[in-house]
């Protein structure tokens, strides 16, 4: 229960305290004459681990500016014109802030006038002025003011009543930046079924969760390999889809914000499409036609292009320098209306991609289906990454040390790496070509060699060389968010083209399962730093080997066992690095969650 206390004098007919009850607060009333020690005697008998809200009896305004004001778990202070409020960890900074905004009269040295400006709208300038972070949502059309009189009362509440604040919220559940086929196709009723589901306390994580077993069954239905089950496996992955833009609607109606849902939601959505891609291709496999090369290279490269996008996001979080060119040149193309929908859709986000999986499904075979999923995901890969080369070439700009510990963070390099990094050898080469060098050591000496040859293994040891020494250096250079997209396609590559030549039965699918646990971890890692709880503990990160040591392992297995020994290895290790990554994962994020961690909420992939 969180709590409201109402200062100043009454208004008589104001509805605010049954707007707030209605918010889940209890309310209490401060005497109209409360001193600050009075206030702050209030503040302090209330129970510490809830929230708090100080609101001034005059306000006038929507519920939904209350709800956005006071009620949004991912910020510790957030106010709005005449109410403020602070989260239990906040609780000290807005006792002080009350101090501090007393105002000193005789006789009573900590008084406050009731008079303008409210107590609340004060304890929000105090909150600012010590440097503590107050959020002020963007309201819009919505109404929240502090009347002073009869006259200004009025014309207030017709405000209010001039704009349907349901409407308002309805709108603002929908993400701001969609892809095209969300925006048209699926919001328009998606989040109607948001407002339903929390009209019967449905919580986003158990929408999300439906989502992924939507999605489950509808890959069950593409490994029949009927007709029927390729034309059921499509509408249901459309269903899943639905699901998934639902439970992020239903978090913004409602405001359910949290660090594990956060996780639920960006973690599912690769768990969704990834094991309707391993449907596809145990569908096929039942017609007669072996597609895990595809569907492995489909997985791999969906997730190589994640990487792209988080390691640039990173590099550039908090870089300070000039806008480049090429930044601008974008920003006035996304100010013609046809070249946004454009642009968002030659990047194949969820949306379009899943459509387009759907629709080939239900229409023609997995073979197709995967290759147009190839080629589509291959050009808008090329598309994004050069755009971002462009942009990083052209701007001058200075990384931060977060930055380059974010990008040192996705590397994930393991013992052997980090032992080389540690020589810090005065190399002239940059990061970027060193990774790319050891990339093209171990791919090349894979796709060139024959099945078992030893220069499998030596392309891997200068991998493991290399890699280390491109991060024996801090990751600040222009494009040094390159390294993490480079050592993913080597790993992933490797395992991939090594599994195809083994040419036995059960490799590429046991490849699968290797890349798909490997993968896990990289995401895992990714919104542990997005979510500001830092990387991956180091020795989690040692047990499963680093992304070089795992690349030698698998070349090391290829080049002494047999073919079907190989496979028994990818199995092994695959089991292995999914044991040990879920259940630390899993561990973390639920005693995140217990221990209140700060609620967030990535807005992630445009769907």
């Known amino acids: 229960m969180s709590t409201a206390i109402l200062t100043g004098l009454p208004v008589p007919g104001s509805p605010l305290e049954g707007d707030l009850r209605s918010l889940g607060f209890d309310v209490r009333t401060a005497p109209a004459t409360a001193s600050a020690d009075e206030l702050e005697t209030l503040l302090r008998d209330l129970p510490a681990g809830e929230r708090v809200a100080v609101v001034d009896h005059r306000f006038v305004g929507h519920v939904h500016a209350l709800r956005l004001g006071l009620t949004d778990p991912r910020f510790p202070v957030a106010a709005v014109p005449g109410a403020v409020t602070a989260q239990a960890g906040a609780r000290g900074e807005l006792t002080r802030a009350l101090r501090a905004s007393a105002t000193p009269a005789a006789g ?114 593409a490994a029949t390999g009927t007709r029927g089950g390729f034309v059921a496996a499509g509408l249901l992955l459309l269903l899943s889809f639905v699901l998934d833009c639902t439970d992020g609607q239903l978090a913004r109606y409602s405001l359910q914000y949290s660090t594990l849902g956060a996780w639920l939601d960006a973690t599912f959505d690769r768990a969704k499409e990834y094991a309707y891609y391993a449907g596809l291709a145990l569908g096929a496999a039942r017609g007669g036609d072996d597609v895990w090369a595809l569907a492995l290279g489909a997985m791999v490269l969906q997730t190589c292009r994640h990487v792209v996008d988080f390691s640039f996001n990173e590099a550039n979080h908090d870089a300070t320098g000039n806008t480049s060119p090429t930044a601008a040149l974008s920003d006035r193309l996304d100010s013609v209306g046809w070249t946004v929908w454009l642009r968002r859709m030659i990047v194949l986000p969820i949306g379009e991609r899943w459509a387009l999986i759907a629709v080939l499904t239900a229409l023609t075979t997995p073979r197709v289906t995967l290759v147009v999923l190839l080629v589509g995901c291959a050009l808008a890969a090329c598309y994004t990454t050069a755009g971002r080369v462009l942009r990083s070439l052209t701007r001058r700009a200075t990384r931060t040390d977060r930055a380059a510990r974010a990008l040192d963070d996705l590397a994930d390099n393991g013992p052997l790496g980090s032992a080389f990094a540690a020589l810090r050898p005065r190399i002239a080469l940059p990061a970027p070509a060193l990774a790319l060098a050891g990339g093209a050591a171990v ?117 002494v066992l047999h073919d079907t020994d190989f496979t028994v290895a990818l199995t092994a290790l695959a089991v292995a690095v999914a044991l040990v990554v879920l259940v630390e994962s899993i561990r973390f994020w639920v005693t995140a969650h217990q221990r209140g961690a700060p609620a967030v909420h990535d807005e992630g992939e445009p769907a």
């Not at 963007?138 to 349907?164: C, F, I, K, S």
């Not at 020795?539 to 070349?555: K, P």
């Open 443 to 559: 791919l090349g000496a894979a796709l060139l060699g024959s099945w078992g040859s030893p220069w499998v293994v030596v392309g891997a040891v200068a991998y493991v060389v290399l890699s280390g020494l491109a991060l024996a250096r801090p990751l600040k250079g222009a494009l040094d968010w390159l390294v993490p997209p480079f050592f993913r396609v080597a790993e992933y590559g490797t395992v991939l083209v090594l599994a195809a030549k083994a040419d036995v039965n059960g490799c590429l699918p046991a490849a699968f399962g290797l890349v798909a646990a490997v993968a896990y971890h990289h995401y895992d890692t990714v919104y542990r730093i997005k979510g500001g709880t830092g990387a991956p503990p180091r020795w989690l990160v040692r047990t499963i080997g680093g992304q070089e040591g795992r690349t030698l392992a698998v070349a090391l297995a290829a080049a």
């Open 108 to 221: 009573a040295p900590h008084a406050l006038d009731a008079a303008e400006p409210s107590v609340p709208d004060r304890l929000a300038a105090a909150l600012e002025s010590t440097g503590t972070a107050v959020h002020r949502p963007e309201l819009g059309t919505l109404v929240a003011t502090v009347a002073d009189d009869p006259q200004a009362r009025n014309a207030a509440r017709q405000a209010v009543a001039a704009v349907d604040d349901e409407a308002v919220r309805l709108r603002g559940a929908v993400k701001a930046r969609d892809g095209f086929f969300t925006t048209y196709c699926v919001s328009p009723y998606s989040r109607h079924l948001a407002r339903w589901s929390a009209r019967r306390s449905l919580t986003p994580n158990q929408v999300t969760t439906a989502s992924l077993l939507t999605a489950l069954i509808a890959a069950g239905c």
